[in-house]
Nanobody
Framework: QVQLVESGGGLVQAGGSLRLSCAAS????????MGWYRQAPGKQRELVANINIIGSTNYANSVKGRFTISRDNAKTTLYLQMNNLKPEDTAVYYC??????WGRGAQVTVSA
């Protein structure tokens, strides 16, 4: 049974930082393409960043230079370091395996 459990969300002021974690179980983590997505109220879910099995990364233009995705295969954990947060980053952030399996999400709220 695959489980993806996000943690690290919360409330932060604009300009602040948060680090999201996604603990994965039930999959061969090192062999899977992983990603972070987010969904703001009234908007569609969108890709934030993804990382392939050799560590190559891809970012949405809106977060380039501010967010960093990484993975620790030994700990089967995916991370998203978010710096210089903006109010428009407010959303529920989801961890994903291959854009087909999803965690329950972590709320990130950035106040102005």
């Amino acid at each position: 049974q695959v489980q993806l459990v996000e943690s690290g969300g919360g409330l932060v002021q604009a300009g602040g930082s948060l680090r999201l974690s996604c603990a994965a179980s039930g999959i061969i983590f090192s062999g899977r393409y992983m990603g972070w997505y987010r969904q703001a109220p009234g908007k569609q879910r969108e890709l934030v960043a993804n990382i392939n099995i050799i560590g190559s990364t891809n970012y949405a233009n809106s977060v380039k230079g501010r967010f960093t995705i990484s993975r620790d295969n030994a700990k089967t954990t995916l991370y998203l370091q978010m710096n210089n947060l903006k109010p428009e980053d407010t959303a529920v952030y989801y961890c994903s395996v291959g854009s087909t399996l999803w965690g329950r999400g972590a709320q990130v709220t950035v106040s102005a």
